[in-house]
């Protein structure tokens, strides 16, 4: 190659741009960690991806449904987590490595809950031994928001309720003898500050001797309860905000992990090695033993069809409308923007065209 040709393709090289590295994913949720292992979901499926971070794999791909809480078995070799891949919510396990979802639950789910309400048929732990799932199904007579818990064989069979009247968030103790829980279930509510008859505190049950006990009082609210060793962790809105905290076990005492101000911390998770939870969209791991918090880098490499443009009728996404003073228009708000359009005869307008926020209640001027 001559020293000319040589030059002019040095050049074109220094001036081609490097491939960018990929955007650090967000709106990650509901992690769950079991050694270098982490399972999270994003965009209503599951996803896995090694605790150091990196790509993260698809492990679901049911497009008309939602997926939420997975939970890696204490082997590392199954996630087990709640899916309405019938149509109802019912807890499924698949293999860690990828595979097709087995279905374990068939009661009849309560049906969709308004976001307050969360979802029935959660799964919330495996027993210590790997031989049993603690599924909290909304199964009681004293309403359809109300959960007790429920013993769930991955290998298939009836469930068996544990003696629990009613439950929320819980996990349990290293030795499988005991459960750290909260008797009421509002985590899905976010009430700032919230000091009423709602508020969550964490108890500690004896499966073997049948009795339970307290072991927090504030007035607001202590949930996620997540026992490690001999300390319980969990969090707690002390100073207004969503923290970690830890209650020594041997002498009750109760400190703060975190001291965040500004997002809170949200469904924590624990497994081998220390515990995960999701804030401000990332995902963080807290190591056991030192306490010490990272957040876990998550990318992904998939071609994201939700972000792609699309042709969406009309008819089926009205959120709002209010006629015009005339009475010859009418406006109206489409899946977040704002249109104006004619009662006969005419072509609609678009008052707003932002993808990125929600516009909502228009009305007209006098």
């Known amino acids: 190659m001559s020293p000319i040709r040589l030059a002019l393709l040095a050049a074109l090289l220094a001036a081609t741009p490097a491939a960018a590295a990929p955007e650090e994913a967000r709106l990650l949720r509901f992690p769950h960690v079991q050694g270098d292992k982490l399972a999270f979901v994003h965009a209503g ?3 896995t991806v090694p605790l150091a971070g990196g790509e993260a794999r698809r492990l679901t791909s049911f497009d008309d449904g939602f997926e939420l809480f997975p939970r890696i078995s204490p082997d590392g070799t199954t996630v087990a987590y709640s899916g309405e891949r019938s149509g109802t ?17 068939f009661y009849p789910d309560v049906g969709r809950l308004p976001p307050r309400g969360g979802y029935d048929n ?10 049993k ?4 199904s909304n199964r009681t007579p004293y309403g359809e928001r109300i959960g007790k818990y429920f013993l769930v064989d991955p ?13 929320g968030p819980a996990t349990f103790s290293p030795d499988g003898k005991k459960i750290a829980y909260c008797i009421i279930s509002r985590e899905w509510r976010t009430w700032k500050r919230y000091r009423a008859g709602r508020a969550q505190d964490v108890w500690i049950y004896d499966l073997e001797t049948d009795t339970v006990e307290q072991l927090t009082t504030f007035e607001g609210t202590d949930n996620q309860p997540l026992w490690i060793g001999e300390t319980i962790y969990f969090t707690s809105d002390r100073t207004g905000t969503l923290n970690l905290y830890a209650c020594d076990l041997a002498t009750r005492d109760i400190r703060a992990v975190t001291t965040y101000d500004d997002f809170d911390v949200l469904f924590p998770a624990r497994g081998e090695g220390g515990l995960v939870f999701e804030r401000a969209g990332w995902i963080w791991f807290m190591d056991a033993a030192t306490e010490a918090i990272r957040k876990v880098p998550i990318t992904f490499a998939d071609d994201r069809p939700w972000l792609r443009p699309r042709w969406i009728e009309g008819d089926g996404n009205l959120d ?8 010859k228009r009418a406006i109206v708000t489409v899946r977040g923007d704002v249109f104006t359009v004619p009662a006969e005869k005419g072509e609609p307008h678009r008052i707003t065209r932002t993808p990125a926020r929600r516009e909502r209640d228009a009305r007209w001027s006098p």
């Open 45 to 47: 499926d599951v996803w």
């Open 89 to 105: 919510r019912q807890v499924y396990v698949v293999p860690y490595a990828g595979g097709v979802p087995r279905r374990l639950t």
């Open 122 to 131: 959660l799964v919330y732990d495996w027993t210590p031994d790997g031989e």
């Open 133 to 136: 799932l603690l599924v909290r």
């Open 155 to 167: 290998d298939g069979g009836l469930p068996t309720p544990l003696p629990i009247p009613e439950g």
């Open 320 to 327: 709002d409308w209010a006629v015009s003073p005339s009475g």
